[in-house]
């Protein structure tokens, strides 16, 4: 259990359509990224959010954007659905101590 | 930049035996590594990771891993598997500190046979 949770666990959208993803930590830790993982591959760094503001994105075109939150909780809004988008939407928080990251168990996106 | 290269996307053992997962990396400063396990329908978990100092890293579940700098590799093994230990297996590589935002090798399914 890593109190991270994430909404919804799943979901279905077709193509052109927009999508909204959501994470929170009981951590009270201040960094959060986001990973997408396609089937049988590793995750992809996608952003990194620290006290509100993006600090880090990966190779990921702008219809992919965030938010962080006053309360560290955090959204990925993914725009004009593609059928490539279809994977596993990860987030964690990083322990500014050690630099470890706690996932959360993620969020299945399948897009039609 | 960073990159990872695990070497088999699936290694099958017997319940008893050894496991090793290889791990390569490229990276041109220093790294940081990491092994993460993620079982199914979970997000993943920290095993162990390497900045600095030991060479030979101890994590949960009686893994470790060792640094070697020579052949740029950070292999992960257990003396016996148990059934389970099978899951997929992640290898990653950040630089030390700035945001340690790592980079993720493709994974190694673990099959542990009975």
């Known amino acids: 259990e890593t109190g991270v949770t994430q909404s919804p666990t799943h979901l279905i959208k077709t193509r052109g359509q927009q999508v909204t993803l959501r994470c929170s930590s009981q951590?009270?830790?201040?960094?959060v990224s986001w990973y997408q993982q396609a089937l049988g591959q590793g995750p992809q760094f996608i952003f990194q959010?620290?006290?509100?503001?993006?600090?880090g994105r990966g190779n990921f075109p702008p219809r992919f954007s965030g938010l962080q939150f006053p309360n560290y909780s955090s959204e990925l809004n993914v725009n004009a659905l593609e059928l490539d988008d279809s994977a596993l939407y990860l987030c964690?928080?990083?322990?500014?101590?050690?630099?470890?990251?706690?996932f959360g168990e993620g969020s299945r996106l399948t897009v039609l | 930049a960073q990159s990872v290269t695990q070497l088999g996307s699936h290694v099958s053992v017997s319940e008893g035996a050894l496991v090793l997962l290889r791990c390569n990396y490229s990276?041109?400063?220093?790294?940081?590594l990491f092994w993460y396990v993620q079982y199914p329908n979970q997000g993943l978990q920290l095993l162990l990771k390497y900045t600095t100092g030991a060479t030979l890293v101890k994590g949960i579940n009686g893994f470790e891993a060792e640094f070697k700098k020579s052949e740029t590799s950070f292999h992960l093994t257990k003396p016996s598997a148990h059934m389970s230990d099978a899951a997929e297996y992640f290898c990653a590589v950040s630089a030390p500190g700035g945001s340690y935002i790592p980079t993720f090798g493709r994974g190694t399914s673990l099959i542990v046979h009975p």
């Open positions: 951590s009270g830790h201040n960094t």
């Open positions: 964690a928080y990083r322990d500014p101590n050690t630099g470890e990251l706690f």
């Open positions: 990276s041109s400063v220093p790294p940081y």
């Open positions: 959010y620290y006290r509100e503001e993006e600090n």
